[in-house]
């Protein structure tokens, strides 16, 4: 996976099979019902049960709509993805405007995922990848994707503009090897 700076957005490309099944999985894990998932997206904030009630009632409900609305956002924007040239490896293009709604997709995804896969602070130590089961270290393994993708849109990487995005190619866009 490369990532690159256009006049639009940011593009991601030479994204694997694996890649876009995780990303397409994103809005699928916003949604999610699992209890372990509500429990890690919403948590109850309050410790009194009037509190707690008043939380249930007020909060997670526009909670649950602003999570709705990041994974329709996302869907929108993974239905842009295209192939580049003949290859099966794909290019995504993040709008700016679209950058927080993303962020907080991703995050979410990811704590998501965590709790989906019996995920421990343990895990995430030095020896701890080698330690989880082989569905465990799948998960990580996608949590780490999102999180790159992450990084990048919160500037930890320093991307040149490469102009607009009319003006990538698929020959401008080759893997790297």
């Given at each position: 996976m490369w990532a690159g700076r256009v006049d639009e957005g940011y593009v991601f490309g030479g994204l694997s099979a694996t890649c876009v099944e995780t990303l397409k999985g994103v809005p699928m894990l916003l949604e999610s019902t699992d209890e372990r998932v509500r429990a890690r997206l919403l948590p109850d904030a309050c410790d009194e049960d009037a509190g707690s009630a008043d939380w249930q009632r007020?909060?997670?409900?526009?909670?649950?709509?602003?999570?709705?609305?990041?994974?329709?956002?996302?869907?929108?924007?993974?239905?842009?993805?295209?192939?580049?040239?003949?290859?099966?490896?794909?290019?995504?293009?993040?709008?700016?405007?679209?950058?927080?709604?993303?962020?907080?997709?991703?995050?979410?995804?990811?704590?998501?995922?965590?709790?989906?896969?019996?995920?421990?602070?343990?895990?995430l130590e030095a020896e701890g990848f080698a330690q989880a089961t082989l569905k465990q270290q799948e998960a990580m393994l996608r949590i780490q994707v999102l999180a790159e993708m992450q990084s990048v849109l919160l500037g930890d990487y320093e991307l040149e503009s490469g102009g607009s995005m009319a003006d990538l190619t698929p020959d401008d866009a080759d893997d790297d090897p």
């Open positions: 007020h909060a997670v409900p526009e909670l649950e709509r602003l999570f709705a609305s990041r994974a329709q956002l996302v869907r929108r924007d993974l239905a842009g993805l295209r192939k580049l040239g003949k290859s099966d490896v794909q290019l995504l293009l993040i709008p700016n405007s679209h950058v927080n709604a993303w962020l907080a997709a991703l995050n979410a995804a990811r704590l998501a995922l965590f709790a989906l896969n019996d995920l421990e602070a343990r895990h």
